[in-house]
């Protein structure tokens, strides 16, 4: 993606996330930027773009993720959490 398009790209994630904003509670909102955080740190700590624009298998990357989340290691609250959350986390960044 060249400047151009990312910059078009981003502007409509915004976009859409006020939408998304707009039509879910404040708390379902506040923890969809949690874990987009929490996504962004866990690709800074191996060295990739959240996006995954060079990578051609996204599947074992989501799959640590998830296995992380669960385990609590990249949970909001640092304490092991449900399957149905980590679906939740997952909903969120991919």
């Known amino acids: 993606m060249d400047t151009i398009q990312r910059d078009g790209f981003l502007r409509d994630l915004c976009a859409a996330k006020k939408a998304i904003s707009a039509g879910v509670s404040v708390g379902r909102a506040k923890a969809s930027c949690s874990v987009w955080e929490i996504w962004q740190n866990y690709c ?24 992380r989340v669960r385990t609590g290691a990249l949970a909001s609250s640092g304490n092991p959490i449900l399957a149905r959350s980590v679906e939740d986390y997952l909903r969120h960044v991919a």
Do not use: M, N, R, W
């Open 44 to 67: 800074v700590e191996l060295g990739l773009d959240p996006f995954f624009e060079a990578i051609q298998d996204k599947v074992p990357l989501l799959q640590v993720f998830a296995q």
